[in-house]
């Protein structure tokens, strides 16, 4: 609880020390009274910036400090965390600010950043500002009032934990979706030089087996020039019209004995020389299909070589490569339907939590709205009805609902939207209702509304 509050040199105010009691305190004056100047050592105090329009002309120093009376538990946890001793549970907090807009702040004498007197102002003031009122008008800020009220953070922090793990992995398929799609041009192009390189049988190449088909390639012509050598031959000796072997043949009818003799004996060895080339042609390595398709091969090689401007051992390399990718972007799919399965079984775990959120919240609202009408009634509103109105959304960062606060102030009418119905003197009597509700459960011992 604020028990004293200190200011000096803080606008118009050269030095004041207000003293408060338990219970209610109001402070009334007109415009210029100085009651924003309260609010404004308050906010010093509660770690918030200051304009250097408000610091006053006493001094070279505008100094603000507060008393306060703590019985917080958690509050006391923060304090012994940053070793700062508390004695007879009194807080003296400091706030000095020089001329040049510098600051310094102390708790119990202990000087203190700024980030750590904000995290301590939030335990012991709750200041509603004068326009605070006003984020009653933004319905989406409804849900948060009600869970602030039902004290639900940690099971609501379960449930968010499991959503943001399911949007992870929303995200994680969209994005393997986007590289699908991104990469589906370039692996259709790789697919095709997969076949163009698979058409050579590239998979299976090297130095040494393009050596063996050159030298086989070699045989097969020399073979192929053999045979060409063979069958003129045995054209010119025995298979032309009037060959050698015939002309021969003629010609010895018409030579005497001892000659015809000879001819006779040549004829007959060119009969054994054709019949020695039939033997060879028909035992020659000659194979016409077989050197051709060495021939395709060989020629799509160097084709390939030079169209990929690499060699066979880059070839080999760089098919292996495409192989793999294509191998890698295929097996995506697998990996999708298994991400598939997991997005599903984390939303069944996040429909759960946020179940039992919706639970909580529609038993929680009963007594909010019960506790909240007696609160009204008590601030003229005879006639008012207060409910929360309750709306399934899907998923999101706060559940499976929309949670609207819904008023009627006239007897016989039909709760509406408050943010569409309400007007501004009952929209701050309802934020007076709120807070002096949450007050009942809230470990702050000043409000200041």
């Known amino acids: 609880m604020l028990s004293s509050l200190l200011i000096k040199n803080l606008a118009l105010v050269k030095e004041i020390t207000i003293n408060f009691n338990s219970g209610l305190s109001i402070i009334t004056g007109e415009t210029g009274a100085g009651k ?60 000095i600010v020089s001329e040049n807009g510098k600051s310094r702040a102390f708790i119990n004498d202990i000087p203190v950043n700024n980030s750590f007197l904000k995290i301590i102002g939030e335990e012991l003031i709750d200041l509603h500002g004068q326009h605070d009122h006003q984020s009653l008008l933004n319905i989406s800020k409804h849900i948060d009032f009600l869970d602030n009220y039902l004290k639900i953070q940690k099971s609501i922090q379960e449930y968010q934990k499991k959503f943001n793990e399911y949007n992870t992995l929303l995200s994680k398929k969209q994005n393997m979706l986007d590289e699908y799609n991104n990469m589906q041009t370039q692996i259709d192009f790789y697919k095709f030089q997969q076949e163009e390189l698979k058409k050579y049988d590239i998979e299976n190449f090297s130095i040494e087996k393009l050596e063996k088909l050159t030298e086989e390639r070699e045989l097969l012509k020399n073979s192929l020039k053999n045979q060409e050598i063979i069958s003129e031959i045995d054209y010119y000796l025995s298979q032309k019209d009037e060959s050698i072997i015939d002309i021969l043949n003629q010609l010895s009818i018409k030579l005497n004995a001892e000659i015809k003799k000879k001819f006779e004996s040549a004829i007959e060895i060119l009969k054994n020389i054709v019949y020695d080339l039939g033997i060879l042609k028909s035992n020659s390595n000659h194979n016409p299909e077989r050197l051709d398709q060495i021939e395709e091969s060989l020629f799509g090689i160097e084709q390939l070589k030079r169209k990929y401007n690499k060699n066979i051992t880059d070839l080999l390399s760089y098919y292996h490569e495409i192989k793999n990718k294509i191998d890698e972007f295929e097996s995506k799919d697998y990996n999708l339907n298994k991400l598939d399965n997991e997005i599903e079984k984390i939303y069944l775990e996040a429909q759960k939590l946020a179940d039992i959120l919706s639970l909580k919240r529609k038993k929680g609202s009963e007594e909010l709205c019960c506790k909240i009408i007696k609160e009204l ?17 899907e998923l999101g960062s706060k559940g499976q609902e929309k949670a609207v606060f819904f008023l009627s102030t006239n007897k016989g009418t039909m709760p509406q939207n408050l943010a569409q119905i309400a007007s501004g003197g009952e929209i701050s009597r309802v934020m007076l209702a709120l807070k002096t509700v949450f007050a009942s459960t809230d470990t702050r011992n000043t409000l200041i509304f």
């Open 36 to 95: 924003s100047t309260i609010i404004g050592a308050l906010n010093l105090i509660l770690g918030k910036k200051i304009s250097n329009n408000i610091i006053g002309n006493f001094d070279d120093n505008t100094i603000v400090e507060a008393l306060f009376k703590i019985d917080s538990d958690s509050l006391k946890i923060l304090l012994s965390q940053a070793e700062i001793d508390f004695q007879q549970n009194e807080l003296i907090i400091r706030r």
């Open 377 to 393: 009634q008590e601030l003229g509103m005879k006639y008012a009805q207060f409910l929360v109105n309750f709306e399934k959304t």
